[in-house]
Every structure is written in structure tokens, then in C-alpha cells.
């Protein structure tokens, strides 16, 4: 449900057009939707993006609106019911200087071994040239569904399952993970003078998981074969929320000593982030016969999602605030 990216083994910090995500480990899913390209930086880039982990950065950079009207469309269509469109358009709109772009992707698949996904994106930006001001705005909207499968075939003996169906599920089937996603950004881009440009920029992150799926442990003491039987298995129901705040100032100021020419950045950054989590977990009656595996259970209902030793649990609210002045 989500990507980390690791460089040269280190944790790696991903932007979106400069501004952060928050937390390396947040937990972000990452999207193509209207990218123009990728920058990648390895080791650390406090010069050009601040303090950060000493992986590298992930620069995610996306099309700006055009004055010239243009659009495009493309779908693909693959196995396992799989199709996805991805299309923009992009213009100037009646208001001098006001240029427009909507990108748009959506796909949805049935899967392998019957396992659905849909995935919803929107993202319209604007860009105003104003006198000696460029204004922006940008809103990317997403809405992802998948289907959990933690168990896939289980191991027997120390090896996967044999004489089963690949399409064999010991999981439960009514699994579901939702995702929504948010993130407005506008920024103001002010130049004073040939000497001095002010940067004034602001996004939100706001993000929420809903999701109903199997704790995928399969030792002693959790989910585990007897017999021909898988005993111990439990349903783990979450609900987590993000919600993260980036504001930055930054003049900057070139001039000359001589022949030479400087670029000199300074700024100040402020960040909040707000995180909520609340997990618990039921137990769940076992498979008879994991050769021709049917999940008894048919719905939450009557299910008992306990919180303490036994049972995977937790209920957090951890909020963060960051400043930075360079």
C-alpha cells in the first residue's frame, strides 16, 4: 500500500515538485499521473533540499500548464481484466496569463488469483504570470482500492503449499484496503529584482488507509498447520490518517564579486505533521482442510476485535513540528 526507496541501502527522501512527503517512512503511494520526470539524487543534498536522510532525494517533477492548447489520451488492456486510461489537457483559459492543465489515470484489474484494484487520480493545475508574480496552484486527488492476500498459498513443511489450485485462498474474502489521497499546493514565485527572486510556497498532504486483512505470521505460536487444519489465524481491522504541513520562504539573491557570479539561497521552513492510527484484531475460526481451503467466515459480524497480548493492537496519536532556517 505503499513505496519505500532505498539508495545505496540508505533511506531515501521523496519530493513531490520540492516539496516533501513527510516522514521517509511515512508510507506514501506514488504515482505517474502528469510526471514529466524523475530526479534522483544519491547522498545527501542538504544544499539543495535541506536536512534529509543520507540515502538520497527522489525529486518527483510534474508537467506545467501551457499557453498553447493541447491534449492526449492513451488506454492499455491487459490479462486479468486489466485496463487503465491515462489522458490531459492543457491551455490558456480567458484570463491573461492564466494557463490551465488536467491530467487524469484510472485502472482497475480483476488480478491475479481473483484479486481486484481500482485506482482513481485527478490533478488539475494552474499557473498565473502576474506583473512580476507567478502564481500556482496544483490538487492531486487519488482513491485506491486493493484486495489483501497476506497468506498467498502457505508453507507446509517449510515449503509452499503442493496439490492445491493456484487460485487456493486461506485468506479472508472480504479483505479490503482503501486509500485516499490529497495534497493541494500553491506557491508564489516573486521576482523583487534582477537581484533578489521571494519564494512563498505552501502544501497538505492529508491521507487515510482503511483496511480489514489477515496478520500474515504463520509460526507456533500465531497462524500455523496441525493436522490438516490452519489453527491460529486472526483478522487485523486499521484505520490510520496523515496529515502533513509544509510552508517555505526562500529569497534568493544573486549578485557578483568581480567576474564571478553567486547564487546565494536562504530561507525558513516550518512542517507539522499530525499522524492517528487505530488497529485491533479478532480472531477467526479455523480451515478445516487446507487442501481444498474455504474460509468460514462470511463477514465482520459477530467477530470480537480485541486489543492486548494475544492480539495485534494499537491506538497512537503522534504529532511532529520541524523548523528550519538556512
Same mark, same amino acid.
Given at each position: 500500500?505503499?513505496?519505500?526507496?532505498?539508495?545505496?541501502?540508505?533511506?531515501?527522501?521523496?519530493?513531490?515538485?520540492?516539496?516533501?512527503?513527510?516522514?521517509?517512512?511515512?508510507?506514501?503511494?506514488?504515482?505517474?499521473?502528469? @510526471?514529466?520526470?524523475?530526479?534522483?539524487?544519491?547522498?545527501?543534498?542538504?544544499?539543495?533540499?535541506?536536512?534529509?536522510?543520507?540515502?538520497?532525494?527522489?525529486?518527483? @517533477?510534474? &508537467? =506545467?500548464?501551457?499557453?498553447?492548447?493541447?491534449?492526449?489520451?492513451?488506454? $492499455?488492456?491487459?490479462?486479468?481484466?486489466?485496463?487503465?486510461?491515462?489522458?490531459?489537457?492543457? *491551455?490558456?483559459?480567458?484570463?491573461?496569463?492564466?494557463?490551465? #492543465?488536467?491530467?487524469?489515470?484510472?485502472?482497475?484489474?480483476?488480478?491475479?488469483?481473483?484479486? *481486484?484494484?481500482?485506482?482513481?487520480?485527478? #490533478?488539475?493545475?494552474?499557473?498565473?504570470?502576474?506583473?512580476?508574480?507567478?502564481?500556482?496552484?496544483? %490538487?492531486?486527488?487519488?482513491?485506491?482500492?486493493?484486495?489483501?492476500?497476506?497468506?498467498?498459498?502457505?508453507?507446509?513443511?517449510? +515449503?509452499?503449499?503442493?496439490?492445491?489450485?493456484?487460485?487456493?485462498? &486461506?485468506?479472508?474474502?472480504?479483505?479490503?484496503?482503501?486509500?485516499?489521497?490529497?495534497?493541494?499546493?500553491?506557491?508564489?514565485?516573486?521576482?523583487?529584482?534582477?537581484?533578489?527572486?521571494?519564494?512563498?510556497?505552501?502544501?497538505?498532504?492529508?491521507?487515510?488507509?482503511?483496511?480489514?486483512?489477515?496478520?500474515? +505470521?504463520?509460526?507456533?505460536?500465531?497462524?500455523?498447520?496441525?493436522?490438516? =487444519?490452519?489453527?491460529?489465524? $486472526? %483478522?487485523?481491522?486499521?484505520?490510520?490518517?496523515?496529515?502533513? &504541513?509544509?510552508?517555505?520562504?526562500?529569497?534568493?539573491?544573486?549578485?557578483?564579486?568581480? +567576474?564571478?557570479?553567486?547564487?546565494? %539561497?536562504? *530561507?525558513? =521552513?516550518?512542517?507539522?505533521?499530525?499522524?492517528?492510527?487505530? #488497529?485491533?484484531?479478532?480472531?477467526?475460526?479455523?480451515?478445516?482442510?487446507?487442501?481444498?481451503?474455504?474460509?468460514?467466515?462470511?463477514?465482520?459480524?459477530?467477530? @470480537?476485535?480485541?486489543?492486548?497480548?494475544?492480539?495485534?493492537?494499537? $491506538?497512537?496519536?503522534?504529532?511532529?513540528?520541524?523548523?528550519?532556517? &538556512?
Amino acid at each position: 500500500y505503499f513505496d519505500h526507496f532505498l539508495i545505496r541501502g540508505l533511506n531515501a527522501q521523496v519530493y513531490s515538485d520540492g516539496f516533501s512527503d513527510g516522514d521517509q517512512l511515512g508510507g506514501l503511494s506514488h504515482s505517474l499521473n502528469g @510526471v514529466k520526470r524523475v530526479e534522483i539524487l544519491e547522498g545527501p543534498g542538504s544544499a539543495l533540499f535541506g536536512s534529509g536522510p543520507p540515502g538520497g532525494t527522489i525529486n518527483i @517533477v510534474h &508537467y =506545467e500548464p501551457s499557453a498553447d492548447f493541447h491534449w492526449g489520451s492513451s488506454i $492499455q488492456a491487459g490479462s486479468y481484466g486489466t485496463v487503465s486510461n491515462s489522458s490531459f489537457i492543457t *491551455g490558456p483559459t480567458t484570463v491573461q496569463g492564466l494557463n490551465y #492543465r488536467l491530467d487524469s489515470y484510472f485502472s482497475r484489474a480483476d488480478g491475479f488469483r481473483d484479486l *481486484g484494484s481500482q485506482d482513481y487520480e485527478l #490533478r488539475p493545475e494552474f499557473v498565473w504570470h502576474l506583473e512580476d508574480h507567478t502564481l500556482s496552484f496544483s %490538487l492531486d486527488v487519488r482513491h485506491i482500492s486493493q484486495t489483501p492476500d497476506s497468506y498467498g498459498l502457505i508453507y507446509l513443511n517449510g +515449503s509452499p503449499i503442493t496439490g492445491v489450485p493456484i487460485s487456493a485462498k &486461506y485468506s479472508t474474502p472480504f479483505s479490503f484496503a482503501h486509500q485516499d489521497y490529497v495534497r493541494p499546493t500553491i506557491s508564489d514565485k516573486w521576482e523583487v529584482s534582477d537581484f533578489l527572486t521571494i519564494n512563498n510556497r505552501f502544501s497538505y498532504t492529508g491521507r487515510s488507509i482503511d483496511a480489514m486483512r489477515n496478520n500474515d +505470521s504463520l509460526s507456533a505460536t500465531g497462524t500455523h498447520v496441525v493436522g490438516d =487444519e490452519l489453527v491460529g489465524r $486472526q %483478522l487485523r481491522s486499521q484505520n490510520d490518517s496523515d496529515g502533513f &504541513y509544509d510552508y517555505q520562504f526562500e529569497p534568493v539573491w544573486k549578485f557578483g564579486t568581480g +567576474s564571478i557570479q553567486h547564487t546565494l %539561497l536562504t *530561507g525558513f =521552513e516550518y512542517q507539522r505533521q499530525i499522524m492517528d492510527t487505530t #488497529r485491533m484484531t479478532a480472531d477467526l475460526p479455523n480451515i478445516a482442510n487446507i487442501f481444498a481451503p474455504t474460509p468460514p467466515e462470511l463477514s465482520a459480524n459477530g467477530l @470480537v476485535f480485541q486489543c492486548d497480548a494475544k492480539h495485534s493492537c494499537d $491506538q497512537d496519536h503522534l504529532v511532529g513540528d520541524f523548523y528550519g532556517v &538556512y
